[in-house]
């Protein structure tokens, strides 16, 4: 994968159009979508532009809360070396509030690693453009806001002047979105400084849950490293109101999932969209039984924590098999009701916390697996989709992760090694958190054991 890096004189350049910004987050996305890096001093970024900075290749084997894993067989045994890495081209960009101090700029290994998760993205990009297609994608993301507690632990409290009354949701309503209207400014002043294509902001059906979209581009691994900025961003933001923002995928049992949906269709050499036809083309058909047939292949991507598996509950707009259907919420896999160029699938399936390029590449990788194969679809859904009767997807992680490892889509697609390492990343960490005896525990069965 060719990468274009950060030259000095670009640095030079944004350092005297930004004489406010004393520090830069340089950051690497791992496999979870974390960012993990180094903070510099104002001073040091145009050395880092012209030499690159080190990083240890356990980069890409920690777990969410910062763990190496050993069980993946890259730490010990490979003494954990450091590697190259470098300043990506048009990432280096303000943070624009706390007084601008602050600046940040994503970090890539110089040389390509079949672990990390952008290469992974890259590769199925690649793939198509072999065969003379272009992918076009876009991502959407929910998320809610909630008031910090004490020491900044995380709650569910609603921010003041937020519905709090889970039975009156507000959905599509503005009376949230007017209370924190000032955070939700510096969400987007954050997103055009970065340059971030952000488009419509939505209430969604959750206590202060939102939404917001992300306009479409022939660009995908962009389009993903867009949605994690985002995330970044709507975090920045709701740090400088006081706020948290999570993108976790079921912060309650009983409000709304928050959903990474994903946008998804092919253009031509031309830039015509392949997917077009009556009402859609054969290929797109393909496509479609692609990502069937794979889908729960790939359930360890679409749900990558212990939480994710919490938001595959009934009647709440996450389909649990790998139904089709046009302009039908309750399908995995939605046709939107507009045609012609517009044509395209809604992948519905990934949780808000999952990692946009891993996402985006297993949908990849199952459309170029269906179109390959000219893999047929079945009819599509019309109604609820609940109410037939068809296999899940695999609803545990445990049986996700067993798919995971033993697909050879997976393989072919991802790599052995990505293969390897991702099923033993998640398995400690799917074990670590099962062990945990909780206050649960104690409620249900202290008393009656």
Partial sequence: MSNDFLTPDAAQAFLAAHPAVE??????????????????????????????????????????????????????????????????????????????????????????????????????????KAKGHTPVAAVELEFYVTVPGPGGAFTLDAPPGVSRETDIPLTFQFEDMDALQAFNDDIYRIAEAQGLPVDALTQESGPSQFEINLKHTDDVVRAALDGLLLKRAVKAAARAHGLTATFMAKPHHEWAGSGMHIHMSL???????????????????????????????????????????????????????????????????????????????????????????????????????????KTDPGPDVKGNSEDLDTPPLPSVWVNALSAFETSPVVREAFGADFQHVYTRLKDKERTDFERIVTSLDHLWYAQVA
């Fill in 267 to 373: 253009l031509d050499k031309a830039g015509a969209n392949v997917f077009t036809g009556d009402p859609i083309s054969p290929l797109f058909r393909h496509a479609l039984g692609g990502l069937r047939e794979t889908m729960g292949d790939f359930m360890a991507i679409w749900a990558q924590t212990a939480n994710a598996y919490r938001r595959y509950v009934p009647e709440s707009y996450v389909s649990m098999a790998a139904h089709w259907g046009y302009n039908n919420r309750t399908v995995a896999l939605r046709i939107p009701n507009q045609g012609g160029p517009a044509t395209r699938i809604e992948h519905r399936v990934a949780g808000a916390d999952a990692n946009p390029y891993l996402v985006i590449a297993a949908i990849l990788a199952g459309a170029a697996h269906g179109i390959a194969n």
């Fill in 23 to 128: 520090w830069i987050d340089t950051f690497v996305l791992d496999i979870n979508g974390h960012p993990r890096g180094k903070r510099l001093r104002r001073g040091d970024l145009i050395g880092i532009a012209k030499s690159g900075m080190m990083m240890p290749g356990s980069v890409f084997i920690m777990d969410p809360r910062g763990n190496c894993i050993a069980e993946t067989g890259r730490l010990w045994s490979t003494g954990d070396p450091d590697f190259n890495f470098r300043i990506l081209a048009g990432t280096l960009a303000a943070v624009p509030v706390a007084g601008g101090r602050f600046a940040q700029a994503v970090i890539v290994p110089e040389k390509d690693d079949p672990l990390d998760p952008r290469h992974v993205l890259a590769t199925q990009v690649a793939r198509f």
